[in-house]
């Protein structure tokens, strides 16, 4: 039973994994990488923490809307 009960534990695991991977490869998931990564960057760059979440919100913020922008 404690093996089977590992196993459940795992496949659960793996499911939720799952739908962290599927949520990321979405528009709104894309532009949050792109925000928490230009945010690190620019703190590496020697920005200050200001003006690093201001410009990585900036950044995601025109990434969505390129993204989501309706296809005609």
Not at 26 to 33: A, K, Y
Not at 36 to 57: C, I, K, N, R
Request: charged residues 10%; contains cysteine.
């Amino acid at each position: 039973m404690a093996i089977l009960n590992r196993l459940l534990r795992f496949l659960e695991w793996l499911e939720q994994s799952a739908d962290l991977a599927e949520f990321l490869t979405q528009p709104i998931g894309l532009t949050l990488l792109v925000c928490l990564f230009s945010y690190q960057a620019l703190l590496l760059s020697g920005s200050s923490t200001t003006d690093s979440a201001l410009l990585a919100s900036v950044a995601a913020l025109a990434l969505h809307c390129v993204i989501s922008r309706p296809k005609f």
